[in-house]
């Protein structure tokens, strides 16, 4: 006898997925998964940025609240500025210049990225 999908083969599909959600389940209630850190709900909350603003607010850090404008939009500009400008200072005063500026700026990011390590 030949089986038809409906409803032979259907009630077969159904109850082997049935079947699989309940061993999931079953599985999930003995052994719990751990998702996360734990919260301490006694200590104070201490809000922290996402990854991708984690620069931004270790940058703050070195900025009095007097100069915070500074640190958190004048020099990230200035940067980002300078990195969309590299094409044309490198046609105007050449590459071996630009390789020099731009390994300066990574040498003084390495110095005071291992100096605020150390402190």
Do not use: C, H, N
């Not at 389940?25 to 940025?49: M, N, S, W």
């Amino acid at each position: 006898m030949k089986k038809k999908f409906y409803p032979d083969y259907l009630i077969e599909i159904l109850f082997v997925a049935i079947l699989t959600f309940e061993l999931i389940l079953i599985l999930t209630f003995l052994f719990p998964p751990l998702i996360g850190r734990e919260i301490d709900f006694i200590a104070a909350y201490q809000p922290r940025p996402e990854w991708y603003y984690l620069w931004l607010f270790w940058l703050l850090r070195f900025f009095s609240t007097d100069t915070v404008f500074i640190g958190g939009v004048l020099l990230p500009l200035g940067v980002l500025a300078f990195l969309i400008f590299i094409p044309w200072i490198d046609k105007k005063i050449g590459w071996k210049l630009t390789a020099f500026i731009a390994f300066a700026f990574l040498l003084i990011f390495l110095i005071t990225t291992i100096i605020e390590a150390i402190s």
